[in-house]
Each structure stands twice: as C-alpha cells, then as structure tokens.
Nanobody, 122 residues
Framework: QVQMAESGGGSVQAGGSLRLSCLAS????????LAWFRQAPGKEREFVGS???????????SYADSVKGRFTVTKGDAKNTVNLQMNSLKPEDTGVYYC????????????WGRGTRVTVSS
C-alpha cells in the first residue's frame, strides 16, 4: 500500500523555525518526486516545494515564490524520508502541510499524507 505520514508541525512565533518530515512507504526507485503543499482555512491548497527523487529529475528542487530563501526541501537521513526546513516563519505560513508523492508517468501528485498543522503567531 502507498502510505505517507507527516510529522513535525506545531506552534511557533513569527521568525521561528520548524522542520517537517514525511515518511513514504514506497521504495525510492519507484518514486518520481515528493512535494509539500499547504492549506490555510478558507484558502485553496497551494504548492510549497518539491524534490525530484529519481531519474532525470533526481535532486532538483522547486519552490513557490512566497517561500524561496526561507524553506528548503531535502532528503531525510532515514530511507524514503523528505524534510521541509522552514525558517523565518511568517503568520501567513499558517496552515496544514501535506506531503505528496508522484510516480513516473503521473501528471499530478496523487498520493497524500493526512497533514500536519503549523501555526505561526505574530
């Protein structure tokens, strides 16, 4: 089964940092890319950042303009783990953060974790 689990969410003050982690159940050779999305109350889910996992895209990253220079997506030390390091957090970063997986041939991210909540206060 394809399973993903996020962790590391919490409450911090503006300017603080958090590191989120996501563990995917699939073998790394079967994963094309892993990404982070977030959704605030009353807002649409938005892309945060991604990391290519295999093939031609391995090691490549992509970030939303709103988080460039503050957030970093990296492979975790544990197998099939991706991290999201969030620095200089702002209140507008508040939301539920989701890890998503894409397999080779997939046009969209079709596999999602349950999410972990991040709250940034002023």
């Amino acid at each position: 089964q394809v399973q993903m689990a996020e962790s590391g969410g919490g409450s911090v003050q503006a300017g603080g940092s958090l590191r989120l982690s996501c563990l995917a159940s699939e073998d790394t050779i079967s994963i094309y890319a892993l990404a982070w999305f977030r959704q605030a109350p009353g807002k649409e889910r938005e892309f945060v950042g991604s990391l290519g996992w295999s093939g031609a895209v391995e090691g490549t990253t992509s970030y939303a303009d709103s988080v460039k220079g503050r957030f970093t997506v990296t492979k975790g030390d544990a197998k099939n783990t991706v991290n999201l390091q969030m620095n200089s957090l702002k209140p507008e970063d508040t939301g539920v953060y989701y890890c998503a997986m894409k397999f080779p041939g997939d046009s969209e991210y079709g596999y999602w974790g349950r999410g972990t909540r991040v709250t940034v206060s002023s």
